[in-house]
């Protein structure tokens, strides 16, 4: 095969795989618009039962310390996430592996102490079934865990993709710009759970 039939055929599978990336952009972007309505209508849930008529007011369950140490670690990893996105535009693979692994620890760090909020309200006393403003607060607030879950798995996926590569570069950082879209989105709603859950009744 000459040369110039190679490089034709090698921009033709470009143009698919850009092509590709579009289609599989858009479809996130749909599934991104349904995960905000989805929450948007449990934080409407949260402000109509909270606070409740009876059982504890919000206040006596929050503690500031948390919040605000849960939030650090949440909101730092967006700007590790940041580093590491330059770092593979850049193919500089240090820079990547530091800053998805510090991003990785991070979320790992988050989920901890959200799971230990979660025991120490309980051992309290603080259920789910305790007032119609726990159950909303455990549901918005779980989901919200449960997709830093789900965000530390696909972390994993792409840090051993990395240090393994099975598929070319250009997917890869393809692969990492939906996952960013993902992260971002995340933490975009740990600052709505700030604003309107938390707050309010610790200020």
Do not use: C
């Amino acid at each position: 095969m000459n040369e110039k039939i190679f490089m034709e055929r090698v921009m033709v599978m470009r143009k698919q795989e850009t092509e590709l990336f579009q289609d599989k952009k858009v479809g996130f972007f749909i599934y991104l618009g349904v995960e905000a309505v989805m929450f948007a209508v449990l934080f409407a849930t949260y402000m109509i039962f909270t606070p409740a008529g009876s059982g504890p007011y919000p206040s006596d369950v929050f503690q500031a310390k948390m919040v605000l140490l849960s939030s650090l670690f949440l909101l730092s990893s967006s700007v590790t996430l940041y580093v590491a996105e330059k770092g593979i535009q850049a193919r500089r693979g240090k820079k990547t592996l530091l800053s998805l692994g510090l991003t990785l620890g991070l979320a790992i760090v988050f989920l901890g102490l959200e799971s230990y909020e979660f025991y120490t309200f309980v051992q309290e006393g603080y259920g789910l079934s305790t007032s119609v403003f726990l159950s909303s607060f455990y549901v918005l607030v779980g989901l919200h865990a449960v997709h830093v879950a789900f965000g530390i798995g696909w972390m994993i996926v792409l840090f051993i993709h990395y240090v393994r590569p099975n598929v070319s570069y250009s997917l890869y950082k393809e692969k990492q710009t939906i996952f960013s879209y993902y992260w971002h989105f995340v933490d975009g709603i740990w600052v709505f759970i700030i604003l309107i859950v938390y707050l309010p009744y610790l200020v």
